[in-house]
């Protein structure tokens, strides 16, 4: 059975550590979980990723069950065995990028139709649909189905999608219950738009409920910063103290920081991922591109006291000479060195947390 402990907290933000226990071993949180849309984390042997300290990691459902599909996934009784990644697995519902991948998408209370983006066939994604894939997948955190609203959306709009999300929420609850392994999770997802009315509204109709774990959705969707953090610091305390409270699809570095302040436990983003393949390094004092010029004769590592396996092993020159020649030994060591980076920075928030020092770290991470 999925369970959460909070070991720590800080005593002047709403800052945790804490401990999520699955059948595939505990995460510590706060945490980081890279995106491993495909069923890999792009680039990465499975090996790799354990040794950048990568804790879970998060897979699409959307992608998974249009390619390869569920009736080769089951061959291997779920995702840990096709990929050989023995640790715990998070997917997302499919609904993000139903609606922003697949070609016309149409909602209805049913749930939604769509084409496929590879090759415009037909399917229709409901709630219990997307339960039956995380099922298949084996996810030992399955998401729930939920309207994702564009941005900018009216006050009307997007109160009728929080209260479809609630209802899906409670149709995948009664699915998940009557078809998934117990051991297993499932999440919901606070919807609500820019709206602190709302926001409020959907926390407590899904808090509710009950599930084992809260996210937020829709944040980061093209609003200005501050609104970003105002909703996130208005919506972290309406969801369950007791339970994990994931911000998806979030963030840079600093983003993290503040959220942890807020109260998130748990944060997947493609940046460090994405950003390794077009050449963006994260370093201790801010990004650098390898590819500028300054680096062509420069024998530093990327970030010195990186103990990342690229930074123990190569040198800047080396890395720009790679990344220019499009070399694909570029994009795994840049990805290595990236996810470190976030996994180390988390391990950095959890012990400021548990040593009570939270808020002295991020004043100093966030002001330099
Ligand atoms: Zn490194």
Redo the contacts with the bound molecule.
């Keep these: 059975m999925v369970d959460f402990k909070i070991v720590s907290e800080s005593k002047t933000t709403r800052a945790r550590a804490g401990l999520l226990n699955t059948l595939h071993g505990s995460v510590e949180t706060p945490v980081f979980m890279p995106v491993g849309t495909l069923a890999t984390v792009k680039s990465l042997s499975p090996e790799e990723l354990t040794d950048t300290g990568a804790q879970i990691i998060v897979g699409n459902t959307y992608h998974l069950y249009l390619r390869p599909g569920c009736e080769v996934i089951n061959l291997f009784s779920g995702l840990h065995r096709f990929m050989h990644w023995d640790r715990p697995i998070l997917t997302d519902s499919g609904g993000f990028q139903v609606f922003s991948l697949a070609k016309l998408s149409k909602i209805s209370e049913e749930g939604i139709t769509f084409q496929s983006h590879i090759d415009g066939s037909r399917h229709m994604l409901t709630p219990e649909k997307a339960v039956e894939i995380q099922i298949c997948l084996n996810s030992d955190i399955t998401m729930c189905l939920d309207e994702c609203i564009k941005y900018p959306a009216s006050f009307g709009d997007t109160k009728n999608g929080i209260e479809l999300t609630t209802r899906w929420a409670q149709r995948c609850k009664k699915s998940w219950e009557e078809n998934a392994q117990k051991e297993n999770a499932l999440f919901c997802v606070v919807q609500g738009g820019m709206f602190k009315e709302l926001r409020e509204m959907s926390a407590d109709a899904l808090g509710e409920i009950g599930f084992s774990g809260y996210a937020i959705g829709g944040l980061s969707v093209g609003e200005p910063k501050d609104i970003m953090l105002e909703i996130a610091d208005f919506t972290l305390p309406k969801l369950p103290d007791t339970k994990p409270k994931y911000v998806m699809g979030l963030g840079t570095p600093a983003d993290i920081v503040e959220l942890v302040a807020l109260g998130a436990d748990m944060f997947d983003c493609v940046m460090p991922t994405r950003n390794a393949r077009n050449g963006q390094m994260f370093t201790k004092d801010g990004t650098i591109n390898i590819s500028n010029s300054h680096f062509k004769c420069d024998t530093d590592?990327?970030?010195s006291g990186?103990l990342?396996y690229?930074?123990r092993n190569y040198s800047r020159a080396y890395l720009r000479h790679l990344f220019m020649e499009k070399e694909l030994l570029a994009y795994r060591l840049n990805t290595i060195?990236n996810i470190?980076?976030y996994v180390n920075l988390m391990k950095s928030i959890r012990t400021a947390i548990c040593n009570d020092e939270f808020e002295a770290f991020r004043n100093i991470y966030c002001n330099t």
């Design positions: 590592p990327i970030d990186c990342c690229t930074c060195h470190h980076y």
